[in-house]
């Protein structure tokens, strides 16, 4: 079982930035995808971005390309999600998941991740 915890979400005016903190319990990090999702109230949970396990390619949601940033660090457990030039519609509570299957590429869905974070709220006013 993993856990994770994201964290560094808060208020924030348009335009503004946040880096999201993610800690997983695991011993390692490597050879899992780790990917971002969020949920904005009354929508579904999309795919914000995935880095892949199987050749370390980062996948983006077109609706934030060029503005958001993931990373990681399998030293510390730890992924990152950069969320800069942010817009009202970016209000949403944003959640980090691992697939728990090995050297996987992301397939950017809600079924390939096994563990999952309780979530950080990002809320953005103008």
């Known amino acids: 079982q993993v856990q994770l915890v994201e964290s560094g979400g808060g208020l924030v005016q348009t335009g503004g930035s946040l880096r999201l903190s993610c800690a997983a319990s695991?011993?390692?990090?490597?050879?899992?995808?780790v990917a971002w999702f969020r949920q904005a109230p009354g929508k579904e949970r999309e795919a914000v971005s995935c880095?892949?396990?199987?050749?370390?390619?980062?996948v983006y949601a077109d609706s934030v390309k060029g503005r958001f940033t993931a990373s990681r660090d399998n030293a510390k457990n730890m992924a990152y999600l950069q969320v800069s030039s942010l817009k009202r519609e970016d209000t949403a509570v944003y959640y980090c998941?691992?697939?728990?299957?090995?050297?996987?590429?992301?397939?950017?869905?809600?079924?390939?991740?096994?563990?999952w974070g309780q979530g950080t709220q990002v809320t953005v006013f103008s």
């Open positions: 695991r011993d390692s990090l490597e050879g899992h995808s």
């Open positions: 880095i892949s396990s199987r050749d370390g390619s980062i």
């Open positions: 998941a691992v697939d728990d299957v090995l050297f996987r590429h992301c397939k950017f869905s809600l079924e390939q991740f096994d563990y």
